[in-house]
């Protein structure tokens, strides 16, 4: 019987690619970095998020195969929901349930998702937050900072906002010469 305090190891492989094998074609991981992580079973999607990202130094989307899939069949990890089920399908076929080793794939997140952020009280001489929303943030980084930290979101629509200032300014440098 597998208890919720156990850890599961995913084997986390980024910076590569996917590619035929010569010459049977089978698919196979190249390239990039490969590393084991530990985690409680109990873990939620953002936290996972979060390490996932502390492993390899950037915002990732998750990515795994099935145990009894090959590569060309990769599901996409969004929700605590589908982490469930991932162990789900992994603990039906390990044995002992404490082998549990589920392969990984990071890579930078494709869904871009637009920032909508709430009105904001800043003074004109101040930078509004409301600038942010011409600029956006990977959807899987947005979820995980809101699951995670209302703060934190926060920090990151200024940052958002003053770069994207810089860059409007560069922009009409750039082509007016200002």
């Known amino acids: 019987m597998v208890t ?3 850890n599961i190891k995913f084997l986390c492989s980024y910076g590569g690619k996917i590619l ?4 049977d074609g089978k698919l196979r991981y190249h390239g990039g970095e490969t590393r084991v992580l530990a985690v409680d079973r109990s873990i939620s999607f ?6 996932l990202g502390e492993l390899c130094g950037k915002s990732v989307c998750l990515r795994c195969q099935l145990p009894t899939e090959d590569l060309d069949a990769l599901v996409s990890i969004t929700s605590d929901e589908d982490l469930a089920n991932l162990i789900e399908e992994y603990d039906r076929v390990a044995s002992p349930p404490a082998s549990l080793k589920i392969r990984a794939f990071l890579s930078p997140p494709k869904s871009i ?6 009105p904001s009280s800043a003074s004109s001489s101040q930078l509004s937050v409301a600038s942010a929303s011409r600029f956006t943030m990977p959807a899987a980084v947005d979820r995980c900072h809101h699951q995670i930290s209302p703060q934190v979101n926060e920090k990151i629509k200024v940052w958002l906002a003053v770069f994207g200032r810089l860059g409007q300014q560069l922009a009409l440098h750039k082509r007016y010469g200002r």
């Open 46 to 51: 953002a936290e996972l998020l979060v390490k």
């Open 4 to 6: 919720s305090n156990q």
């Open 113 to 118: 998702k637009k920032i909508s952020p709430p």
């Open 20 to 23: 035929p094998r010569y010459p």
